[in-house]
């Protein structure tokens, strides 16, 4: 058995993943081995030791964890939820489902909101 993921390890996996080439390789092919090899290469850059295959399970865990929670939260009368490393995973994964509203982002005060919420603004004005 391989060792547990420390959670700076996992920071860094999130970090090479949610590159803009590694997403879009992962997104527009059906068999992905090399896309986790690169995946691995970067993770051997930053100092670890795992390969194609452990980054691959890594990546569909977390990639689960998101899902059930916001699946969770989506449900009217429970809880809300949250998961390690919630945040990082909603910056790579919460504009992969179609039901997302798209975002704008504003880099000089660093809020999003919404395409709705921005128009109803610029209504207003």
Not at 30 to 55: E, F, I, L, P
Request: charge should be negative; hydrophobic fraction near 25%; proline fraction near 3%.
């Amino acid at each position: 058995r391989a060792p547990a993921w420390t959670e700076r390890e996992v920071h860094d996996l999130i970090a090479v993943w949610g590159d803009k080439t590694v997403l879009a390789e992962l997104r527009s092919k059906r068999r992905n081995a090399n896309t986790y090899a690169k995946v691995s290469k970067g993770m051997q850059d930053r100092g670890y030791n795992r390969d194609s295959q452990q980054c691959r399970v890594k990546i569909k865990e977390l990639r689960q964890a998101y899902q059930r929670t916001r699946d969770a939260n989506g449900r009217s009368g429970s809880e809300p939820q949250t998961c390690c490393f919630y945040d990082e995973l909603h910056a790579i994964l919460g504009g992969a489902a179609s039901t997302n509203p798209p975002m704008f982002y504003d880099s000089v005060s660093g809020s999003s909101e919404t395409t709705e919420e921005h128009f109803r603004e610029e209504e207003d004005d």
